[in-house]
């Protein structure tokens, strides 16, 4: 299985910050990585896939770089509703597609 | 607008078999794979496996000699069935579309499973 690890677990920012998260693969995944959103008692939510594709609806200070092993998500303009936690997926190869364990965003 | 709603039992005793269901409204059945995702502390986001509606499916190896999903065209419906289940498979289980371009959305509320000796 492809193995996913995101840094920093805990992320802590202020409103109006910009943050990045990192998600590295344990091989290249080309650009087959989605982003996800999960706020407490909520089903994670998509904001990116293939890499830097933003999903429909979600706001443009949300984007995603990288390629290969190593990919970035970025959040431009902290705003209060962003305060959630933060999963990675590869789809490169499967079965299975694996998750990131998880960034914590929380409030500084 | 895809919505999907799961239900199943939520509390198991070990060796019980474990069962979900979730059912697919306002988007064609036929078009994607359909996926059921489990959450735990400890594991973290886990892929269990997807149908396609042909009945053609795929599993995660490490689940894949307990698990069964199995499609109902005619309801709209797939459905999990986890057996022999232990203290480890406790977890929020999701039912979602995809992967379609590989990611999964929507998804269903969840459900909190259980298991107890």
């Known amino acids: 299985d492809i193995q996913m690890t995101q840094s920093p677990s805990i992320l802590s920012a202020s409103v109006g910050d910009r943050v990045t998260i990192t998600c590295r693969a344990s091989?290249?995944?080309?650009?087959?990585l989605a982003w996800y959103q999960q706020k407490p008692g909520k089903a994670p939510r998509v904001l990116i896939y293939?890499?830097?594709n933003l999903e429909s609806g979600v706001p443009s200070r949300f984007s995603g770089s990288g390629s290969g092993t190593e990919f970035t998500l970025t959040i431009s303009g902290l705003q209060p509703d962003d305060f959630a936690t933060y999963f990675c997926?590869?789809?490169?190869?499967?079965?299975?597609?694996?998750f990131g364990q998880g960034t914590i965003l929380d409030i500084k | 607008q895809v919505q999907l709603q799961q239900w199943g039992a939520g509390q198991l005793k070990t060796s019980e078999t474990l069962s979900l269901t979730c059912v697919v409204s306002?988007?064609?059945?036929?078009?994607?794979?359909w996926s059921w995702i489990r959450q735990s502390p400890g594991k973290g986001l886990e892929w269990i496996g997807e149908?396609?509606?042909?009945?053609?499916?795929n599993y995660n190896p490490s689940l894949k000699n307990r698990v069964t999903i199995s499609v109902d065209t005619s309801k709209n419906e797939f459905s999990l069935k986890l057996t022999s289940v232990t203290a480890a498979d406790s977890a929020m289980y999701y039912c979602?579309?995809?992967?379609?371009?590989?990611?999964?959305?929507?998804w269903g509320q969840g459900t909190l499973v259980t298991v107890s000796s």
């Open positions: 997926q590869q789809y490169n190869t499967f079965p299975p597609y694996t």
């Open positions: 979602t579309r995809g992967p379609v371009t590989g990611r999964f959305d929507p």
């Open positions: 293939k890499a830097s």
């Open positions: 306002g988007e064609s059945f036929t078009r994607f794979y």
């Open positions: 091989q290249s995944i080309g650009s087959w």
């Open positions: 149908i396609e509606y042909t009945g053609s499916t």
